[in-house]
């Protein structure tokens, strides 16, 4: 029997309280249930990946596509879903607060909020301004009533790796104004994690694995508490794909033969056939 959003929403809370979980990153319906084949408890959207899959640069989606993605991946699988949620699509709060409230109806069970400027600048918003949209977060997601993870995030160390003191106190002043869990993609130093952990603690962290020669285990000592990949799936995939074709124009179909089998396939997906 499939499970229900308050059910989903009540494991994926669970999975936050202690231990370290992989939360892979689907584009689509299809790699969304593959994962759920592949035994993983939680998934969580990707932002480049659901835009590539549309033939679209990263960020080069809207807020009504992206809900009914999140949507789709809600309905597709018994996992819960936690939403990349960009920026929350507006720089203005009430608007804000309005799409956050869109997205938890569409039955996430998380949803991260990042600190690139919604406005049409460049850059990332001060400290000051990103507390105050995680707080108006918080709320949005208070006044549904629902149990959903709010998850903020910091993603200076992606354009800049230096600046980790900075982004560990920005980290620190979200968990502050209510976040439930804290993020700052691009942190790659074994060092620099653990302080990212300790800072916010208990409060539980995202680690975005950069390091492909890094180990559950490994990060899991560090105090880490979720691991994802990011686009990291769909550039695999995508790569696969490129690989195998440029090998098609110069009339080698050699690739081919590392696919999945069309029975394999169906069974995952439900025909077996």
């Keep these: 029997m499939a499970r229900t959003i308050a059910e989903k929403r009540e494991a994926f809370l669970a999975l936050h309280e202690e231990g370290c979980f992989i939360l892979p990153n689907p584009w689509d319906v299809g790699s969304a249930r593959m994962m759920e084949h592949m035994g993983f408890s939680a998934l969580a959207s990707t932002s480049s990946g659901y835009s590539w899959s549309q033939g679209r640069p990263e960020n080069g989606v809207e807020l009504d596509d992206v809900l009914e993605h999140l949507g789709n991946l809600v309905l597709a699988t018994d996992l819960p879903v936690n939403a990349d949620f960009e920026s929350g699509f507006a720089h203005d709060l009430e ?3 309005a799409n956050i409230r869109l997205a938890v109806d569409v039955g996430v069970a998380g949803l991260s909020i990042e600190d690139i400027r919604a406005d049409g600048g460049s850059g990332f918003y001060d400290t000051a301004t990103s507390v ?10 208070d006044q549904t009533g629902e149990d959903v993870i709010l998850v903020a995030r910091t993603e200076i160390l992606l354009s800049d790796p230096t600046r980790v003191s900075e ?5 620190v002043a979200f968990a502050d104004a209510g976040a439930d869990c804290l993020y700052a993609p ?31 285990a490994e990060i899991a000592d560090l105090g880490v508490r979720r691991i994802s990949v990011g686009g990291g799936l769909a550039r695999a995939a995508w790569g696969a794909v490129m690989r195998m074709a440029e090998a098609m124009k110069v009339g080698s179909f050699k690739g081919l033969a590392s696919g999945t089998s069309n029975k394999q396939l169906n069974t995952i997906f439900g025909r077996g056939d």
């Design 95 to 97: 608007e804000l607060a």
């Design 132 to 141: 105050e949209r995680i707080r108006t977060a918080r709320a949005a997601i």
């Design 167 to 171: 982004a560990i106190d920005k980290l």
């Design 186 to 216: 691009g942190v790659i130093e074994k060092a620099d994690i653990a302080s990212m952990v300790r800072a916010v603690a208990p409060k539980p962290v995202n680690l975005l694995v950069m390091r492909p020669d890094a180990t559950q």
